[in-house]
């Protein structure tokens, strides 16, 4: 009998039998939904996924097995996949305007462990922005693989909190490194991509540039793009891409050039990394949801809303220093607002835990010369993304600084870790917490509601805030 179900109706049947078959697991994730929906999210690392895009995560493509790339498949059965990861990568070359893209990654970190272990052998010298200086674990952190199978040497930041890269210049031509690695995961500014490959230039090295959290605006021309100054750039896909948990590689006008053996392409060089060197079966519903997630941010409309990231942040860093907190850098040029709280009294970790019961979600952070440790660092780190997305503007920020400095200006330090908090406030701002997010809902999160103004090019009902 041939089968007339749509697959809307076929997803729709999925949640049905979920709820019916397993109602304890169904809560917990109804639980989470509405908790987001009635959460201030300032989480610096992530973003909001369109239901768009979280439809294709749980796709029938999770049904096929298969190794290899579009064409040459290790499996049959891939002719449809095979379509949607060819649409995947010309949505990321579209978007990134690179001349070569890698949309298997299972992440980020899967990316850039991809590029050094295809470049590097062990005990190889790469160079990387220190930890507590905004950079990332697969930097060469010493807890991380990168750190340990690498002689990993640190740069950092000078007085102002900026980039040294006088430093990074002398590091490189002392140390030699094969590898210099750009990008970061706490630093508020400008990475000038284009001095660190001439230092790459110098020196030997290969570049790579992870603009995990900055894709989003690298795509939509609010930051610099590494694409042809880098020999490699990496990414998540779910921090500032607005799509799934995954990873891409990217290439520019060095994709053809020789990789390290001289002979392969370095593209060439990529794909036998990526498969089947370093991963096997790729997932095919998250790269589905890629090529979802990478036609939205090539629109238009996708450049509305980075801009306005990047007003919130400047906005919300000039709200807390005007507060007297002390702002990392004197402000931000991203989506990243990174404030030393243990000035202003309390450590990350408290000002991380008593938000989260008033509704607001931030993470704590080491920051440079930070003397506490990671669970407990004397920094917090902010980001727009999500507010954002929500339709927030410029004329919100104070009303969000001004809430986490209610909170933190009530906290009762007890040790580096323990506090107490006021209730009246923390009822105060858990009210005024929903009724900003009712006010802002998540874009498409709700039935009801009309197309968010930055997707559709005017104001909707629910979300008034001029353009």
């Known amino acids: 009998m041939e089968n007339k179900t749509t697959l809307a109706e076929f997803a ?32 610096a690392a992530s973003s909001v996924a369109d239901p768009s895009v ?17 064409g040459a498949r290790f499996h049959a059965g891939c002719q449809i996949v095979d379509e949607i990861e060819r649409l995947a990568i010309e949505r990321a070359k579209t978007a990134f305007k690179a001349s070569y893209a890698n949309v298997q990654p299972h992440s980020g970190t899967s990316a850039n462990q991809i590029v050094m272990f295809n470049l590097l052998k062990p005990g190889d010298t790469i160079l990387g922005l220190e930890l507590d200086s905004g950079g990332h674990l697969t930097h060469g952190a010493k807890a991380s693989v990168s750190g340990r199978y690498f002689n990993a040497i ?56 992870d603009i995990s959290h900055i894709a989003g605006l690298v795509v ?32 520019g006008k060095d994709y053809e050039n020789p990789g390290p053996d001289g002979k392969k392409k370095l593209s060439e060089t990529i794909q036998r990394a990526v498969f089947p ?30 801009k306005r990231i990047v007003t919130d942040a400047r906005v919300l860093a000039k709200c807390f220093a005007d507060k007297g907190y002390r702002v990392l850098t004197g402000g931000s040029n ?7 709280v243990l000035a202003s009294g309390v450590t990350g970790v408290i000002a991380e835990r008593a938000l989260e019961e008033c509704n607001i979600i931030v993470n704590k952070n080491r920051i440079s010369g930070d003397k506490k440790t990671a669970l407990v660092t004397s920094g917090m780190r902010l ?40 209730q ?14 009712n006010y802002f809902p998540i874009p498409r999160y709700q039935v009801e509601s009309r197309e968010p103004h930055w997707l559709i090019g005017e104001e909707s009902e629910t979300c008034q805030v001029p353009l």
């Open 277 to 306: 060197f370093f991963q096997g079966t790729p997932n095919l519903s998250v790269i589905a949801a890629k090529a979802r997630a990478l036609a939205m941010v090539a629109t238009p409309d996708f450049r509305t809303l980075a």
């Open 424 to 437: 009246t406030i923390s009822e105060s701002v858990q009210a005024e917490v929903k009724q900003l997010c």
């Open 383 to 422: 980001g727009t993304n999500s507010l954002a997305f929500r339709g927030m503007s410029e004329s919100e920020m104070p009303q969000c600084a001004d809430l986490i400095h209610q909170v933190l200006s009530s906290v009762k330090v007890l040790g580096e870790s323990d506090y107490e908090l006021d």
């Open 154 to 209: 640190g740069y950092g930041l000078n007085q102002e909190g900026f980039i040294d890269y006088d430093q990074v210049h002398r590091l490189a031509r002392q140390f030699k490194p094969k590898l210099i690695i750009c990008g970061a995961s706490a630093y508020p500014r400008i990475i000038d991509f284009k001095r660190f490959r001439e230092i790459a230039d110098q020196v030997g090295a290969f570049l790579l540039a």
């Open 334 to 340: 991203n989506h990243i607002v990174l404030i030393d």
């Open 220 to 251: 939509a021309g609010e930051h610099p793009s590494p694409i042809d100054h880098a020999h490699f750039t990496t990414t998540s896909t779910y921090k500032q891409l607005y799509g799934p948990r995954g990873g891409l590689i990217l290439m």
């Open 12 to 43: 729709q049947r999925g949640i049905e039998l979920l709820q019916k078959d397993d109602p304890a697991l169904y809560e917990l994730l109804d639980q989470e939904y509405r908790r987001q929906n009635n959460t201030l999210a300032m989480i």
């Open 54 to 70: 979280l439809a294709c995560e749980s796709m029938v493509t999770s049904n096929v097995t298969t190794e290899g790339y579009p």
